[in-house]
């Protein structure tokens, strides 16, 4: 009876520590032992088109920390569509740090989970997110639609290759600065709007024609960024991509310019992937001190520029030589917090179960 009772108490304990902080400490972490090892090996749980930047930075990443404390480190990778992968984390896979493609993603391993804090976006500058992406369109060479902005991907005849935002991250990115198109045009602007006006009301109802029509455009959803752009690039499906900068500017100069061409419309997202050690996993496996500084290495000098050289917009551009920076365009990025109010509001109001996309997309 004693015994049941002391099972009770520390089950009521662990309840109470989970619906006040959203992370349950379930055990204490032994630093010394981690310290103590030869060889550590931790998993990064990533999204599609990371592939190439982490590859490049795993390595950097292990010199430096082989010579700071003698420590082998082995990063393994795992990749997919954001949305799939923060799913596998929360049904068991274990990362000891995640490099998604948007916050909402990390906050479903924290609410879903408990292996991280509600607070992690605060735990590293920029509100967590070592470099910065937007979405632009790829084109096969002369442009033959005349693709220029966002209007064109509404004509007949356009074929649009895009993932599906159920799965996908980037694909939810897409989606988003497409409906941020269509709400301007309906607007006029987007600075300081007024969510409970009825002019706002009145234009997300052309913001919703023009994202479904959109997508009827769509011939095929692939479940993540990397397999949409194999479907545009190596099966030839499509008239135009919406990528991921980096993964358009990867396209071309893997397969030369008289294949692709970049177009950049008026108006685009600023993209935020965000990062984070899963606390729980890391600590478990004693790979806590070295997933927190593999995380935090991103923000040095030397990884700043290898994001930049993988087209990735660093954080911190003032780390990054000026040669490094020309090659982003410039144009109008929107917040997401400033035309969506959040994460978690855009995520409920179009991509869960019944949310706008399910409306529009039938």
């Known amino acids: 009876m004693i015994k049941i009772r002391k099972n009770i108490k520390s089950i009521v304990l662990v309840a109470i520590l989970v619906s006040t902080t959203g992370f349950a400490k379930e055990f204490e972490y032994d630093k010394e032992a981690e ?7 931790i998993l990064n749980v990533s999204y ?8 490049e930075y795993n390595k950097e990443f292990s010199t430096y920390w082989k010579n700071k404390t003698g420590q082998e480190v082995v990063v393994k990778q795992s990749h997919g569509g954001s949305g799939k992968q923060a799913r596998a984390v929360i049904d068991g896979l274990k990362a000891d740090v ?5 916050a909402y993603d990390i906050d479903a391993i924290s609410q879903k989970a408990y292996l991280i804090p509600n607070d992690w976006q605060k735990r590293l500058e920029n509100n967590s997110s070592p470099y910065t992406s937007t979405i632009v369109f790829l084109v096969r060479q002369g442009n033959p639609k005349g693709i220029k902005d966002w209007d064109d991907l509404v004509k007949e005849g356009v074929d649009v290759i895009t993932p599906n935002p159920k799965t996908s991250g980037g694909a939810r990115w897409n989606y988003l600065a497409a409906y941020a198109y269509g709400l301007k045009k309906e607007l006029g602007n987007l600075e300081n709007i007024d969510f409970e006006s009825q ?8 913001a919703k024609e023009f994202v479904k ?5 769509v011939p095929v959803l692939d479940s993540g960024a990397r397999g949409s752009t ?3 690039v190596q099966r030839k499906i499509g008239d135009v991509l919406l990528a991921w900068e980096n993964e358009a500017f990867l396209a071309i100069n ?9 177009v950049v419309p008026t108006i685009s997202i600023l993209a935020q992937p965000p990062v984070t050690v899963i606390d729980a996993n890391a600590k478990r496996r004693l790979n806590y001190t070295v997933s927190t500084e593999y995380l935090q290495y991103l923000y040095s000098q030397k990884a700043q520029e290898l994001a ?15 040669e490094y920076l020309k090659i982003f365009p410039k144009l109008e990025l929107i917040k997401i917090n400033d035309v969506f109010k959040s994460w978690s509001n855009a995520q409920k109001t179009h991509f869960d179960d019944g949310g706008t996309f399910d409306l529009i997309y039938r």
């Open 308 to 322: 930049a050289k993988n087209y990735y917009r660093p954080s911190k551009p003032e780390l990054v030589n000026k």
């Open 230 to 232: 194999n479907t545009f």
């Open 48 to 55: 599609d088109p990371t592939r190439e930047f982490y590859e």
């Open 35 to 41: 310290k103590a090892k030869k060889r550590v090996e």
């Open 213 to 217: 029509r959109l997508f009827k455009n």
């Open 254 to 262: 893997e397969l030369g310019r008289d294949e692709f061409e970049i």
């Open 98 to 102: 995640v490099t998604l493609a948007l």
């Open 199 to 206: 002019k706002y009301k009145d234009a997300e109802k052309g």
